[in-house]
């Protein structure tokens, strides 16, 4: 029976996000209309006019953009309810001493989330800066995180890294960030954190 309210509220979000698609789709429509019925009478219309023009259609595409961004954040919460969100936040500690290649996420045994990482995302990474990885739905209770990464020593060897850990899910939403160091520099190579 959960599993058909779950479905039938699957098919509510759906056909919702369907609807303010098509809205959307009519408004660009409509841009797209006045844009054109302009250019046919521009030779017509003073100075003062296309000005007028071009500032109503500037209007509307900013409020096409505001419209966008409120289904982005309306579908967001929509896919992911407060309640069962799971965010997981990738860091590096500070060193050289490594090169990331690829970082790979698996909750409860199944692939959630791969990731191959390009120089400008290692830069990144040793300035201080933190990678979204994952964000999800997970329910209430314990789970089990695996997370595995690939990389290079500056030696030029292979890192092949593996660490499981628990987490305790609560009714809450829940942020866990995987702190990853090179081996030697620091006691634990993956390191998971609760935010």
């Known amino acids: 029976m959960v599993k058909?309210?779950?479905s039938c509220n699957n098919l509510k979000n759906t056909r919702f996000m369907s609807a303010?698609?098509?809205w959307l789709c009519v408004i660009l429509f409509g841009v797209v209309m006045l844009m054109m019925s302009g250019n046919a009478r521009a030779e017509q219309l003073s100075k003062e006019q296309i000005k007028g023009l071009d500032e109503q259609v500037q209007e509307i595409k900013s409020d096409v953009l505001a419209i966008a961004a409120e289904l982005n954040s309306l579908e967001e919460r929509l896919l992911y309810p407060s309640n069962t969100?799971?965010?997981v936040f990738v860091s590096l500690k500070a060193d050289d001493a490594f090169l990331l290649d690829s970082l790979e996420l698996r909750m409860n045994g199944e692939a959630v989330a791969y990731h191959l990482y390009s120089y400008k995302e290692?830069?990144?990474f040793k300035k201080g800066g933190v990678q979204r990885i994952y964000t999800g739905n997970l329910s209430s209770g314990k789970h089990e995180v695996q997370v595995t990464m690939l990389g290079k020593s500056r030696g030029g060897s292979d890192l092949n890294y593996s660490e499981s850990f628990w987490i305790e899910k609560s009714v809450r939403p829940k942020a866990v960030e995987i702190n990853l160091a090179s081996p030697g520099l620091a006691n634990e190579v993956i390191e998971l954190k609760e935010l």
């Open 4 to 6: 058909t309210i779950l």
């Open 20 to 22: 303010a698609s098509t």
């Open 85 to 87: 969100q799971l965010s």
């Open 122 to 124: 290692l830069e990144a």
